[in-house]
């Protein structure tokens, strides 16, 4: 060791801390009483303290704290670098406690709750301290659910809606694909056209007014023409000219339909009652959910449908689905559209139950549990009349639940809810895993679960189960 040594140190804050402060011997001190003796004088103390020779004065004292330090008990334990672990990168600077210096345990500089630990998942929100607290982790993946459900309804409605083409332009052709009609409405006519352009062409409906039939509401024309897109409401693109297409069979310009209906609800009954009662019940449970939805669309906009009637409700194979599931229903009467009376909404109920009886002829109530609790919900509408929304989550019970037993039992709505939506997620998570494509029913009860509160939940089991009959 060279006489000259390092200036003294203090300690630094990731110093290490041991269970008792070590006590420290001089290294020079020490090494002088190791080096060895003259031969000819005995390693005595009487020798030594009678040596007319003294001893060289011992070095001074210093105060060692690093390599220069031989602490007089037990070594530390090796630190995670030192044993060859990967040491984890700090995401901030904490203080050593000084209640922790007497404690070789590991533990952290401050309380877990003050660690400003990373997202354990970016999308789940989720810290490394909430995995402690299972309530915490429940909230975030229903959440999530609800998230996913959500994205699904979108996802699957663009579906059901795209393709849909665009308004008229002046450079469009026109080619009438069939001389008679395709189907015959109660106050329309629709023949089978294609629109070209240089882009693309869409196979489109010339929606021709029927000879005798009832003057159409230039107010419901005007509504129609002027709404956005709607599942299940007829939508226009334009006219087609006069002149456009040779030897038409109409002599004036019609309206152009972005569907080509295939049947009428009235043609669709008068064929389904070949069904089995349970598939028939559902259909007819399905095609009133939507009619009620677009019913309520209209309520929202101050306008109410003068009389609904079989025969003017259009039934289409929703774009992407097999024509063996359930059909989009359009409602396409807007010349018997009106402004809505000021008042309580209710404008549809009677109308609706009515249609509803007459939808359920073929079946008796009792046939299916089903068609007992339709009977029933077509009696509160004639007796309550309720809105066409509120016709609407009541029909989505119906169809997806909570039942009556859960009602009778008081079971809370909240988690019901929860649970449904995550079995609905890995419903449909079965079916793309084999290959399956979710269809119209996926999509209405998708769009149930998403938007479904505890309070609207309660107000349709309300109307179904808690007020009395008439």
Same mark, same amino acid.
């Given at each position: 060791?060279?006489?000259?040594?390092?200036?003294?140190?203090?300690?630094?804050?990731?110093?290490?801390?041991?269970?008792?402060?070590?006590?420290?011997?001089?290294?020079?001190?020490?090494?002088?009483?190791?080096?060895?003796?003259?031969?000819?004088?005995?390693?005595?103390?009487?020798?030594?303290?009678?040596?007319?020779?003294?001893?060289?004065?011992?070095?001074?004292?210093?105060?060692?704290?690093?390599?220069?330090?031989?602490?007089?008990?037990?070594?530390?334990?090796?630190?995670?670098?030192?044993?060859?672990?990967?040491?984890?990168? *700090?995401?901030?600077?904490?203080?050593?406690?000084?209640?922790?210096?007497?404690?070789?345990?590991?533990?952290?500089?401050?309380?877990?709750?003050?660690?400003?630990?990373?997202?354990?998942?970016?999308?789940?929100?989720?810290?490394?301290?909430?995995?402690?607290?299972?309530?915490?982790?429940?909230?975030?993946?229903?959440?999530?659910?609800?998230?996913?459900?959500?994205?699904?309804?979108?996802?699957?409605?663009?579906?059901?809606?795209?393709?849909?083409?665009?308004?008229?332009?002046?450079?469009?052709?026109?080619?009438?694909?069939?001389?008679?009609?395709?189907?015959?409405?109660?106050?329309?006519?629709?023949?089978?056209?294609?629109?070209?352009?240089?882009?693309?062409?869409?196979?489109?409906?010339?929606?021709?007014?029927?000879?005798?039939?009832?003057?159409?509401?230039?107010?419901? *024309?005007?509504?129609?023409?002027?709404?956005?897109?709607?599942?299940?409401?007829?939508?226009?693109?334009?006219?087609?000219?006069?002149?456009?297409?040779?030897?038409?069979?109409?002599?004036?310009?019609?309206?152009?339909?972005?569907?080509?209906?295939?049947?009428?609800?009235?043609?669709?009954?008068?064929?389904?009652?070949?069904?089995?009662?349970? @598939?028939?019940?559902?259909?007819?449970?399905?095609?009133?959910?939507?009619?009620?939805?677009?019913?309520?669309?209209?309520?929202?906009?101050?306008?109410?449908?003068?009389?609904?009637?079989? @025969?003017?409700? *259009?039934?289409?194979?929703?774009?992407?689905?097999?024509?063996?599931?359930?059909?989009?229903?359009?409602?396409?009467?807007?010349?018997?559209?009106?402004?809505?009376?000021?008042?309580? /909404?209710?404008?549809?109920?009677?109308?609706?139950?009515?249609? /509803?009886?007459?939808? *359920?002829?073929?079946?008796?109530?009792?046939?299916?549990?089903?068609?007992?609790?339709?009977?029933?919900?077509?009696?509160?509408?004639?007796?309550?009349?309720?809105?066409?929304?509120?016709?609407? !989550?009541?029909?989505?019970?119906?169809?997806?639940?909570?039942?009556?037993?859960?009602?009778?039992? !008081?079971?809370?709505?909240?988690?019901?809810?929860?649970?449904?939506?995550?079995?609905?997620?890995?419903?449909?998570?079965?079916?793309?895993?084999?290959?399956?494509?979710?269809? /119209?029913?996926?999509?209405?009860?998708?769009?149930?679960?998403?938007?479904?509160?505890?309070?609207?939940?309660?107000?349709?089991?309300?109307?179904?189960?808690?007020?009395?009959?008439?």
């Amino acid at each position: 060791m060279s006489s000259s040594e390092p200036p003294t140190e203090t300690p630094g804050p990731n110093a290490p801390t041991w269970q008792t402060q070590p006590t420290y011997g001089n290294l020079g001190e020490v090494r002088a009483h190791l080096l060895p003796s003259k031969a000819c004088r005995p390693r005595t103390f009487e020798a030594l303290s009678t040596d007319p020779q003294p001893l060289p004065p011992p070095l001074p004292k210093k105060t060692l704290t690093r390599a220069q330090s031989l602490p007089t008990h037990k070594a530390p334990r090796p630190s995670p670098t030192q044993a060859g672990e990967t040491q984890k990168p *700090l995401l901030g600077s904490h203080s050593v406690d000084k209640s922790q210096a007497g404690d070789d345990r590991a533990g952290p500089a401050c309380p877990p709750e003050e660690l400003p630990f990373c997202s354990l998942d970016p999308e789940l929100g989720l810290s490394f301290h909430d995995l402690h607290r299972p309530e915490a982790v429940h909230a975030a993946l229903e959440a999530r659910q609800l998230e996913s459900l959500r994205a699904m309804h979108v996802r699957l409605q663009a579906r059901l809606l795209g393709g849909r083409p665009g308004p008229c332009r002046p450079g469009h052709g026109f080619r009438l694909l069939d001389r008679s009609p395709c189907l015959e409405s109660g106050d329309a006519l629709y023949y089978r056209l294609v629109r070209v352009d240089e882009e693309a062409w869409h196979l489109l409906a010339a929606k021709v007014p029927r000879p005798g039939a009832e003057e159409p509401h230039p107010w419901g *024309l005007e509504l129609q023409a002027s709404l956005a897109p709607h599942f299940n409401l007829q939508g226009l693109c334009g006219l087609v000219p006069r002149g456009a297409l040779p030897e038409m069979p109409w002599d004036q310009p019609v309206a152009l339909a972005a569907e080509v209906p295939e049947l009428t609800v009235a043609q669709w009954l008068a064929g389904a009652g070949v069904q089995p009662p349970a @598939e028939f019940t559902r259909a007819v449970a399905l095609l009133l959910l939507q009619l009620s939805a677009a019913l309520a669309h209209l309520e929202a906009r101050g306008a109410a449908l003068a009389e609904l009637r079989p @025969e003017n409700l *259009l039934l289409v194979v929703p774009r992407g689905c097999t024509a063996t599931g359930p059909p989009r229903l359009l409602l396409a009467d807007f010349g018997r559209v009106r402004p809505r009376s000021p008042g309580p /909404l209710g404008a549809h109920a009677q109308q609706l139950g009515r249609l /509803l009886r007459e939808l *359920l002829g073929p079946v008796a109530p009792s046939a299916t549990p089903l068609a007992a609790d339709l009977e029933r919900l077509a009696a509160q509408l004639a007796h309550w009349r309720p809105s066409a929304a509120q016709t609407r !989550g009541a029909l989505q019970t119906l169809l997806w639940g909570p039942g009556p037993a859960l009602r009778r039992r !008081g079971a809370p709505l909240g988690p019901w809810l929860r649970a449904h939506r995550a079995l609905l997620v890995l419903h449909l998570a079965e079916q793309a895993a084999g290959g399956e494509v979710p269809g /119209l029913e996926d999509w209405l009860c998708c769009g149930y679960l998403a938007e479904a509160t505890e309070a609207s939940v309660e107000l349709a089991l309300e109307l179904l189960w808690d007020r009395p009959l008439p």
